[in-house]
Nanobody
Framework: QVQLVESGGGLVQAGGSLRLSCAAS????????MGWYRQAPEKQRELVAS???????VYADSVKGRFTISRHNAKNTVYLQMNSLKPEDTAVYYCRSNWRGYEYVYWGQGTQVTVYS
């Protein structure tokens, strides 16, 4: 019923930029937290950035100063602006929404980001 659809991934040279979007549909709580996670091959999925309904933001140390998360609540959309991309940013990026703590958790299908040097 709840769907999260990521877009904007692709192939980019190191130092370049990409903007990821995640569009949510279905019954999404207005109090949801939205986040971006990534998973590289044979590595654990890790938090990249998250933003609450009130605008509180958390970034992974590895992306601070380079990535910016934002949301447009009226559109149920969350964005991740990625600048100064590095090869180590290569991963599948997933959008997540959760509310009521972790009673409700939904994931998108992921979008591939590949950064080459």
């Amino acid at each position: 019923q709840v769907q999260l659809v990521e877009s904007g991934g692709g192939l980019v040279q190191a130092g370049g930029s990409l903007r990821l979007s995640c569009a949510a549909s279905g019954t999404i709580s207005s109090l949801s937290t939205m986040g971006w996670y990534r998973q590289a091959p044979e590595k654990q999925r890790e938090l990249v950035a998250s933003i609450t309904s009130g605008g509180s933001i958390v970034y992974a140390d590895s992306v601070k100063g380079r990535f910016t998360i934002s949301r447009h609540n009226a559109k149920n959309t969350v964005y991740l602006q990625m600048n100064s991309l590095k090869p180590e940013d290569t991963a599948v990026y997933y959008c997540r929404s959760n509310w009521r703590g972790y009673e409700y958790v939904y994931w998108g299908q992921g979008t591939q980001v590949t950064v080459y040097s």
